[in-house]
Nanobody
Framework: QVLLVESGGGLVQAGGSLRLSCAAS????????MGWFRQAPGKEREFVAA?????????TYADLVKGRFTISRDNAKDAVYLQMNSLKPEDTAVYYC????????????????WGQGTQVTVSS
């Protein structure tokens, strides 16, 4: 089992930036592909970005965030990050990190472990 704790959320103006962090503890972090998802009020949880177990260059993004968000990981620190630039009001949501064994995926149902979430609010 792996425990995940997100941090770094907050209130930011449109056009601003935030960096989310997700600290993992428990089993060997490098055995897990990691993903970021978000959920806005009244909406379903949606995929944001995912990264493979070992190589930060193997990542994928939702079209809505491509070119603005960057996912990365540091296996030495048992952490995954989401750098969010050029934020828009529609990016407002609770952001969750998640872990799964095997290949990275954009499907939330494939992730076994979830953090508690961190709120990101973008004002216009």
């Amino acid at each position: 089992q792996v425990l995940l704790v997100e941090s770094g959320g907050g209130l930011v103006q449109a056009g601003g930036s935030l960096r989310l962090s997700c600290a993992a503890s428990g089993r060997t972090f490098s055995r897990y592909a990691m993903g970021w998802f978000r959920q806005a009020p009244g909406k379903e949880r949606e995929f944001v970005a995912a990264i493979s177990r070992l190589w930060s260059g193997d990542s994928t993004y939702a079209d809505l965030v491509k070119g603005r968000f960057t996912i990365s990981r540091d296996n030495a620190k048992d952490a995954v990050y989401l750098q969010m630039n050029s934020l828009k009001p529609e990016d407002t949501a609770v952001y969750y990190c998640a872990a799964k064994e095997g290949a990275r995926s954009s499907l939330y149902r494939e992730y076994a472990y979830w953090g508690q979430g961190t709120q990101v609010t973008v004002s216009s």
